[in-house]
């Protein structure tokens, strides 16, 4: 079993802090759905944003939030299963290979910090006790 799985509680947590209503999607290093968690409640578009974020660190190789101010570009490219707002983030597992998180909340000038706070938890060595 992976052990992102044993940490999943962790970032669960961190995000019912932040927002009650959210969706996680979580990409492998070949742009593959880890997993997906979400809140009990969500917005009826949050789980297509949130793949839609993970793909598009993925695909682009940085954090959705870094297209701000990248109007042509964003102009430029029309395919739908991309999307540049923020909470789309890259990161890497403990044994060094990259990650691809999206999240999509009903608060969305949280996303990215939420996605940094959700991918560190995943991460985490710490042990729980």
Do not use: W
């Amino acid at each position: 079993m992976n052990p992102l799985y044993n940490r999943i509680g962790a970032a669960h947590s961190i995000l019912t802090n932040l927002n009650s209503r959210y969706c996680c999607c979580l990409l492998n290093s070949a742009g593959e759905e880890l997993m997906f968690f979400r809140s009990n409640k969500i917005l009826a578009a949050s789980e297509t944003l949130a793949h839609a974020k993970a793909l598009t660190a993925y695909a682009f190789q940085r954090n959705t939030v870094e297209f701000a101010g990248e109007d042509g570009l964003v102009t430029a490219i029309k395919d739908t299963r991309f999307c540049f707002l923020a909470g789309g983030v890259m990161f890497h597992d403990p044994s060094g290979h990259p990650l691809y998180l999206g999240l999509s909340t009903d608060r969305p000038e949280l996303d990215h910090q939420a996605a940094l706070d959700a991918a560190k938890a995943l991460t985490s060595q710490e042990r729980r006790s």
